[in-house]
């Protein structure tokens, strides 16, 4: 079965570090997503990216971050300058009918 | 906005017994889709159901069913005959059918205990 693969696993950064958390859609799904969860928290919705482009996103993305499709099949994650705020789990998520969830990357920022 | 809301932050079961979610949400759409995701210790997020808002019967997927009141707008799971793997946190999440993105909202979350 086709599955939302994420990488890093784990990833460690100092504050003030750009981090790129990195994800493979499954291959004919048509919009991606990040989503953010902080430990203990609810599932929040970061970005969804369509057609080259994003198409949504939150307050929560602000100009620390940035998505990019650099190659046709993975899709990429920035947070340019971290803060201690930003460790949480980032997941990567695709949608043909329903939203698929890769594994999540962990990020620590000390 | 849509939001999403789970009143119970933690629920326990006896195993083989059955445990049961509550979820509300609040919506001005008539079209929708709601969802229950099992986020075991793992932390990866497995769908468990899914509901279209059209539809009138109630999703079922083995021992997971869901009781979907659309004019009272809840979305309550049960889980029957619960077994130690079903132990986890689980979240309900609402997705518009309108919005271009069609993003995920979720519930704050239910963490199921099941005891042996």
């Known amino acids: 079965e086709p599955e939302v693969t994420q990488t890093p696993s784990h990833q460690v950064t100092q504050m003030g570090q750009e981090v790129i958390l990195r994800c493979v859609p499954i291959?004919?799904?048509?919009?991606f997503y990040w989503y953010r969860q902080i430990l203990g928290q609810k599932v929040e919705f970061l970005v969804s990216f369509y057609n080259n482009e994003i198409s949504e996103k939150s307050e929560i993305f602000d100009d620390q971050f940035s998505v990019e499709r650099p190659d046709g099949s993975n899709f990429t994650l920035k947070i340019r300058s971290t803060k201690l705020e930003d460790s949480a789990m980032y997941f990567c998520?695709?949608?043909?009918?329903?939203?698929?969830f890769g594994p999540g990357t962990r990020l620590t920022v000390l | 906005a849509q939001t999403v809301t789970q009143s119970q932050p933690e629920m326990s079961v006896q195993e083989a017994e059955t445990v049961t979610l509550s979820c509300t949400y609040d919506t001005s759409e008539s079209d929708y889709y709601l969802f229950w995701y099992k986020q075991p210790p793992s932390r990866q997020m497995i769908l468990v159901i899914r509901q279209e808002a059209y539809k009138q019967q109630n999703a079922t997927e083995n021992r997971f069913s869901v009781n979907f009141q659309k004019a009272a707008k809840s979305f309550s799971l049960k889980i029957s005959d619960s077994q130690l793997g079903d132990a986890a946190m689980y979240f309900c999440a609402y997705r518009s059918t309108l919005a271009a993105g069609n993003k995920l909202t979720f519930g704050g979350g239910t963490r199921v205990l099941v005891k042996p």
């Open positions: 291959s004919n799904h048509l919009y």
């Open positions: 998520a695709s949608i043909l009918y329903t939203q698929y």
